[in-house]
């Protein structure tokens, strides 16, 4: 019909349970339910036939089958073992989806042109999973994924729904298939118990009573399934490998040796127009444990930038063995489109770029430091600092409530130390601050280390601050004044214990 694509469905019947048995090194044709939240999920044709089913309770599934073989559902273990089967069916019939391990969609007019009919593709489908360890694998062909996938489910092994005649073929069975709990529950209760009986009604009334929903299901139940195979599209293998025999312990050698792989990496990724945003670096020692660390990259990692990151690793990682793989993964890549330099080239940008990597790769990776704001009360708690070109999340976030912060814009510096100043009021006696946060007087002077006293012009504060008092080794207790002097200055001071000192300069 036109508009209903022709699909073939391959179904592999109790595939978790084999998945589960092949795991666990068990013979597949004896008794074994696979639990979920202490229900059977599903289980082998032999635990069927002593009468376990799905949904049963494992205490009333083992009485019923004293030699049930109990495992636990595990849907990525599904997902491995079903992975080989899917590549041995991708090389002959490259238009596959996989709907769950065990059951996959293939776009039937291909294969049926190329293998000579949809019987043919789906027996040709058939050996493929078969001959990569598949077992009773069953194929359905049908107008739409629905309908062909109730054909495999009573095929055995192949079953082909003529063109046009999905709606009489779905006319008996139960609209429960749908999958849609809540409208078949409705229609059950209202005497609509088969899809026959669903597709009858008509379809603006089935519209405006159950809605969209209603409208979908009244189109499947009709062998008008619209939905169409979207075949899967596989990760390409973008990682490069470089292997050492013997394994290397010096840096300088892994560096050279690298070279070429590390160049081959990035022609890789020019030649699909990407660009490497951000590099996992893997060194696997001789023996003992891997070394992995993700490196970002302000622009985008040419070969010499993947050398260094490398270099600098190898450095700071402490490896019980010489180092026998080095493996490059591309943690984030970006169309080499938006990295392009400009016509009249990459401009100032570019440049300071070129210069701060190059002081990195004469000096290291921790040499050159980019600042970022994070979370925290006090000024110096706030200061992220961060290697230039790596994105380093700060451990408190900045945008979570802190109460007791200052409010307003963050100041310009935050000096190292926090040096000690001195602050007079209009008498020139110090400026005190008593435990209740009452002032002895205003500020009028302002010393700081290095430069002359300046008059104070206006002052704010002070505000106290108390944090983590249940810890004496952290805790805190200072409170905290603004002030702005004569000489265009503005400070942000601290006083705690009778000490005042300068916290960070406002610009």
Not at 259 to 277: G, H, M, N, P, S
Not at 420 to 449: F, K, T, W, Y
Request: net charge neutral; glycine share 10%.
């Amino acid at each position: 019909m036109q508009g209903i694509e022709r699909s073939i469905v391959l179904w592999c019947p109790d595939w978790p349970v084999h998945a589960a048995a092949a795991e666990a090194g068990l013979d597949g044709s004896g008794p074994i339910a696979l639990v979920e939240h202490g229900l059977v999920h599903a289980c082998s044709p032999a635990a069927r036939a002593a009468g376990v089913k799905r949904g049963l309770k494992v205490r009333e599934a083992q009485s019923r089958c004293a030699s049930l073989v109990v495992l636990p559902l595990e849907p990525a273990v599904d997902a491995r073992r079903f992975e080989p089967l899917l590549a041995a069916l991708e090389a002959g019939i490259p238009t596959v989806q996989v709907v769950r391990p065990g059951l996959v969609v293939v776009r039937a007019a291909g294969p049926a042109r190329f293998f000579g009919g949809e019987e043919a593709a789906a027996g040709e489908a058939i050996h493929l999973l078969e001959g990569a360890g598949a077992t009773g694998v069953r194929a359905g062909v049908a107008d739409g994924p629905f309908t062909a996938e109730q054909a495999a489910r009573c095929a055995d092994p192949i079953r082909i729904v003529p063109p046009g005649g999905g709606a009489a073929f779905l006319a008996p069975l139960p609209v429960s298939l749908l999958g849609m709990p809540r409208l078949t529950a409705l229609l059950a209760r209202l005497g609509v118990r088969t899809l026959g009986r669903l597709a009858a009604l008509p379809e603006e009334s089935v519209r405006d009573r159950f809605g969209p929903e209603g409208a979908a299901a009244h189109r499947v139940a009709a062998g008008l399934d619209p939905r169409r195979v979207a075949p899967r599209t596989v990760p390409a293998d973008r990682d490069r490998r470089q292997a050492f025999e013997p394994p290397l312990e010096r840096i300088d050698q892994i560096a050279f040796g690298l070279k070429r792989t590390a160049e081959a990496f990035i022609q890789a990724l020019a030649a699909d127009l990407l660009v490497c945003t951000g590099l996992t670096i893997e060194l696997v020692p001789d023996r003992g444990a891997p070394h992995r660390r993700t490196w970002l990259h302000p622009r985008s990692f040419t070969p010499l930038d993947v050398i260094d990151r490398v270099r600098w690793q190898l450095a700071g990682a402490e490896l019980a063995a010489p180092v026998a793989l080095v493996v490059l993964h591309p943690e984030s890549v970006d169309a080499a489109a938006h990295h392009e330099e400009g016509l009249w080239g990459g401009g100032p940008g570019e440049r300071v770029h070129h210069a701060l990597s190059r002081v990195q790769s004469l000096l290291g990776h921790e040499a050159v430091l980019t600042v970022g704001i994070g979370g925290g009360r006090l000024a110096a708690d706030r200061v992220v600092l961060a290697p230039w070109g790596e994105a380093r999340a700060p451990e408190r976030r900045a945008d979570a409530p802190w109460p007791g912060r200052l409010p307003g814009f963050a100041p310009t510096a935050v000096l190292p130390g926090r040096p000690a100043v001195a602050v007079q009021d209009p008498a020139g006696r110090p400026v005190e601050i008593d435990g209740r946060g009452a002032i002895s007087g205003p500020p009028a002077v302002l010393a700081v280390p290095g430069a002359a006293p300046t008059r104070v012009e206006a002052w704010a504060g002070p505000w106290p601050l108390e944090e983590r008092w249940w810890d004496a080794a952290a805790a805190v207790r200072l409170h905290r004044m603004q002030v702005a002097c004569a000489d265009g200055s503005a400070w942000l001071l601290t006083v705690e214990d009778g000490a005042w000192r300068a916290e960070a300069r406002y610009d």
